[in-house]
């Protein structure tokens, strides 16, 4: 995988951006983190720190998955601090805030290395049929964070920790799952369609059998079987299609640190199921 800007960003390049007030403190603890970007065996096991000042080239920024400043990129006053509570730093919704780094999210009742509640793992109908090879498993860490917003259940602000900068003052008015539903619970309340664009296509619900297997071994290792290609290690492709632990999660096929490709996909999609597949 190639690096990615923020990783070579040093601290010097990062004070050239405005920041608003509440961000400043954070820069503190960059410097720390920047040291720390080499250990990727590190970051797996204690989580990805939430570092919006390393973070600032990341294309994250101004994404989808930025819930920062939303109201101000969408022209509208009707989100942030009403939906949810914007917490000032982008990366919180995903990843434990820097003070928070050596804390065992899963103790909390979070996902494994993330700073999101657990979604109970249970709920979801996982995809099965008959010509299945690997056995079937509930969701694992990495793709119960993508679930724990794209399956609707929960609000979509609904983080372990939120950052020092964050005074509970600011928070929302309410706090809006990832719905199509039309209550004062859910998104979809305006995403409809007409008050604002239909949020329903991204939202996967518990029910995942019509949905591309996840969570499941990757056949392909020493060729074990044929029907998939060969990976370059256990951590995935040359071309950037990651498995996890040897197994295909959501991740594999989306980056939400990368939108080249639409819909936040690893690769194209015209190589996307090839990559994989033999057939
Ligand atoms: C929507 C959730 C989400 C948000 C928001 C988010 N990230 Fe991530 N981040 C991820 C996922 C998923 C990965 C991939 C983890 C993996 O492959 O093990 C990741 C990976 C990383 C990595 C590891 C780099 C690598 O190549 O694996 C760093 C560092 C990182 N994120 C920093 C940030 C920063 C800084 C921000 C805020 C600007 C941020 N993230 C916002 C989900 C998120
Ligand atoms: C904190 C909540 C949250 C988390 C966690 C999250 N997402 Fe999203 N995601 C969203 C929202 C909100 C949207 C935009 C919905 C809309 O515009 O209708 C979105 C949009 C997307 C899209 C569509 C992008 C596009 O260009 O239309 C994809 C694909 C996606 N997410 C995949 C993922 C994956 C994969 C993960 C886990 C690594 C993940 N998301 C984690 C909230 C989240
Ligand atoms: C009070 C109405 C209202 C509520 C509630 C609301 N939104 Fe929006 N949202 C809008 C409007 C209006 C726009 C701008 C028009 C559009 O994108 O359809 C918008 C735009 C967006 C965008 C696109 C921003 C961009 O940069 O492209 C995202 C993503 C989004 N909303 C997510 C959400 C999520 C997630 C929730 C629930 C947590 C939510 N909204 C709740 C009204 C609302
Ligand atoms: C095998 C690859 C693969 C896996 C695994 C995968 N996706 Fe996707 N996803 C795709 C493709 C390809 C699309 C484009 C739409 C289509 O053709 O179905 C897509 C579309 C989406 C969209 C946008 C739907 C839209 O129409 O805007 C979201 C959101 C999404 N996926 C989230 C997830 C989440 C969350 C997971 C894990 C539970 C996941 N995906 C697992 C390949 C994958
Ligand atoms: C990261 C590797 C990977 C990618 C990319 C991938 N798949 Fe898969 N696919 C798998 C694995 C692993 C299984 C589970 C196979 C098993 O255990 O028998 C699977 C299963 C399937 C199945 C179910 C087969 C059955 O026996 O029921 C279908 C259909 C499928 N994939 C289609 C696709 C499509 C379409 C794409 C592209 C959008 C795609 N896959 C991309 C790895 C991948």
């Known amino acids: 995988m190639p690096k990615k800007k923020w990783n070579k960003m040093n601290l010097k390049d990062s004070l050239k951006f405005h ?4 961000r400043k403190h954070l820069l503190l603890f960059s410097a720390v983190i920047a040291s720390a970007f080499g250990l990727s065996q590190a970051l797996a096991t204690v989580g990805i720190i939430a570092d919006p000042v390393i973070g600032l080239n990341d294309p994250i ?8 400043g939303l109201n101000e990129r ?3 006053n009707a989100m942030a601090g009403v939906a949810f509570s914007d917490y000032g730093n982008p990366c919180v919704y995903c990843h434990l805030p820097p003070e928070e780094a050596d804390t065992d999210s899963e103790l909390l009742g979070g996902i494994a290395g993330w700073n999101r509640f657990a979604p109970a793992a249970d709920q979801y109908t996982p995809y099965t049929s008959p010509s299945l090879d690997a056995p079937l498993r509930t969701p694992s860490s990495i793709s119960l964070l993508c679930l724990s917003c794209h399956d609707g259940t929960m609000a979509m602000d609904m983080v372990l920790f939120t950052p020092g900068s964050f005074r509970s003052e ?15 619970d859910s998104c979809g309340t305006c995403h409809d369609g007409e008050a604002a664009h239909d949020i329903s296509p991204k939202v996967l619900g518990t029910d995942l059998s019509d949905e591309h297997p996840i969570s499941i071994q990757y056949g392909g290792f020493n060729w074990r079987d044929r029907d998939f290609k060969l990976p370059l290690d256990p951590a995935g492709f040359s071309n950037g299609v990651r498995l996890y632990d040897g197994n295909i999660e959501c991740a594999s096929c989306h980056d939400v640190h990368n939108s080249t490709n639409e819909l936040l996909l690893t690769v194209r999609r015209e ?8 057939k």
Do not use: Y
């Not at 920041?19 to 509440?22: A, N, W, Y």
């Not at 920024?61 to 920062?68: E, P, R």
């Open 19 to 22: 920041m608003p007030l509440g």
């Open 61 to 68: 920024m101004g994404s989808k998955h930025d819930f920062t």
């Open 74 to 76: 969408a022209g509208v």
């Open 170 to 184: 600011d928070d929302a008015a309410m706090h809006m799952r990832m719905n199509s539903a039309k209550d004062l």
């Open 271 to 278: 190589i996307l199921c090839n990559t994989c597949h033999t």
